[in-house]
């Protein structure tokens, strides 16, 4: 991997390269900020990205442009992230998937989630719907897993590529349930939304964020809630739990952050603006419309919640013999 330069400046030398005035320079920031999403546009993660990046931008006066750089299921606009000059004006956007699946499926990765990248603050989870085609038989989980069973192998899902989290969420959903399934892996997950609106696949389970706009438009229609409880915006859809596959749930959440080396004024800089932005009730509202949920941590919280869900993930994956193809 490409080396990059890190910052020696001690902590009051880059508080007053980055925050102050430098011999009559404009403190930071001051110029255009990038946030590279590591996934295609309208993705849940891209949605979330671009509410709280605005508010962001507005609280701060400077442009945050949001980067869609997606492919390889996160790895090739992570890589980017990580090869970034650590100069506080490139963040990253990721989901749980790139941070903490992702890794369990290559031997060789071109970064390091611990080691090439700083924590800057989770922001949101995201919630969940198992959805199919609107003019779909499938009424319930339950219609689904029985069909399965009729057919086996004879139901496509759609996901956004291999070892996304939409496949790694189909196939535990196949083995708790007993069922075999056929993976359709699309370049992103709004992709494959819009391929199972279109018939392409039978079904597939995505963030709220990602279906609801097809949703909405009668394209698609909710046939389950992977979480422990029914939500709120769709108090009539039963959980999948309720549909008979007990104890089944799934969401993913997003998180900013930087490259290493990024020095510590500048990533505390954005974890306070971040979590400014999640206060406010403009966001807060964008946000239950979307099936996000605002969060906003610490780096050391984040770089925590890194590390165990890793190990979860890792050993998830390994027991259900989920492989990236």
């Known amino acids: 991997m490409q080396r990059r330069l890190v910052i020696q400046s001690g902590l009051t030398t880059a508080a007053g390269m980055f925050l102050g005035e430098v011999n009559g320079q404009s403190t930071y920031p001051n110029k255009l900020i990038k946030m590279i999403i590591p996934l295609a546009a309208g993705s849940a993660v891209d949605s979330a990205a671009r509410i709280v990046s605005q508010k962001m931008a507005t609280n701060m006066s400077v442009g945050i442009a949001i980067d869609n750089q997606a492919g390889a299921a996160g790895l090739i606009g992570a890589e980017r992230v990580a090869k970034s000059p650590p100069d506080g004006y490139t963040l990253g956007g990721f989901n749980d998937s790139i941070m903490t699946m992702l890794p369990s499926f290559h031997s060789k990765m071109p970064w390091d989630i611990l080691r090439d990248f700083e924590p800057v603050s989770l922001v ?54 007993g069922i075999q399934l056929t993976h359709v892996p699309y370049k992103g997950a709004t992709q494959a939304a819009v391929g199972t609106a279109a018939n392409e696949v039978q079904t597939c389970l995505q963030g709220i964020a990602t279906v609801s706009p097809l949703v909405k438009a009668g394209k698609l229609r909710i046939v389950g809630i992977p979480a422990p409880k029914r939500l709120g915006q769709f108090s009539d859809i039963p959980t999948v739990s309720e549909s008979g596959l007990l104890g089944y749930e799934m969401n993913s959440w997003f998180a900013v952050m930087a490259p290493a ?54 050993k998830l994956i390994r027991e259900a013999g989920i492989t990236a193809s």
């Not at 339950?142 to 192998?153: F, Q, S, T, W």
């Not at 206060?279 to 590390?307: I, R």
């Open 124 to 177: 949101a989870t995201i919630e969940w719907a198992l959805v199919v085609p609107a003019d779909s038989p499938i009424k319930t989980a339950a219609d689904l897993i029985e069909a399965a069973r009729k057919a086996p192998g004879k139901i496509n899902y759609g996901s956004g590529g291999n070892g996304s989290p939409q496949h790694i969420a189909m196939a535990l959903f196949a083995m708790q349930a």
């Open 261 to 314: 080396g990024t020095p510590k004024v500048v990533i505390d800089k954005f974890q306070s603006e971040v979590v400014k932005a999640l206060t406010d009730s403009s966001v807060k509202e964008q946000f239950a419309a979307q099936g996000l949920t605002p969060l906003g941590t610490t780096p050391a919280e984040l770089s925590a919640l890194l590390k165990a869900q890793l190990n979860r993930y890792g």
